[in-house]
């Protein structure tokens, strides 16, 4: 939708990142798990905004794909990668109907609610494949302007991934503090057993 890339473009053309150049918490704990549970480096970074994330991965060794609708977060995400020498492959792409055209060791969706994507992220998984999946979670605290068609309701993120073919790795819900959180790491069938 072009509201919402002009929305996301007016968000991301000050000089700042606007979430900060360090990676988000729950990637960065994650981290060796994943490095350890990955059948392979491929990932993909859904709605990466200005990179943080992908950037992350790519430090540490993944193949990174970053998508996001915002021309002025894919800017500023491709002038970091090359400053620091990684190759991520950034992609100015509208999420709405977005299909697969391949498969991933590792999926990030952060920040980012569009339910109908979410079995396509699973289709998206090569076997064993990996999704983590962190985003915000309704709450009365917060600020009526926001649309709570995007906020997560209370259960429903392991319900989701739930009916899908692989099992849940960690799950939680934040539902205290200023940004309410649900957070889920799920694997796909398919790969090896692997101690988690």
Not at 97 to 119: A, E
Request: include cysteine; aromatic fraction near 10%; proline fraction near 6%.
């Amino acid at each position: 939708m072009e509201a919402d890339r002009i929305k996301w473009n007016e968000r991301f053309r000050s000089e700042n990142l606007f979430l900060g150049e360090r990676p988000s918490p729950f990637l960065a704990s994650e981290m060796e798990r994943l490095l350890r549970l990955a059948p392979g480096r491929r990932a993909l970074d859904i709605a990466c905004g200005e990179g943080r994330n992908s950037i992350f991965l790519a430090r540490h060794g993944f193949r990174v794909t970053g998508i996001d609708i915002s021309d002025a977060g894919i800017a500023k995400a491709e002038r970091q990668a090359r400053a620091e020498g990684l190759e991520i492959d950034f992609r100015r792409m509208d999420l709405d109907g977005w299909q697969t055209d391949g498969l991933y060791d590792l999926l990030l969706n952060f920040n980012f609610l569009l339910r109908p994507l979410i079995p396509e992220e699973v289709r998206a998984l090569a076997p064993g494949g990996l999704l983590l999946f962190d985003t915000i979670l309704e709450s009365p605290r917060l600020p009526a302007t926001h649309n709570p068609d995007f906020f997560l309701r209370y259960g429903e993120l392991e319900e989701t991934f739930q009916a899908f073919g692989g099992e849940i790795l960690f799950s939680e819900e934040i539902r205290g503090g200023e940004m309410p959180t649900a957070r889920l790491l799920f694997r796909k069938m398919g790969g090896e057993p692997q101690v988690a």
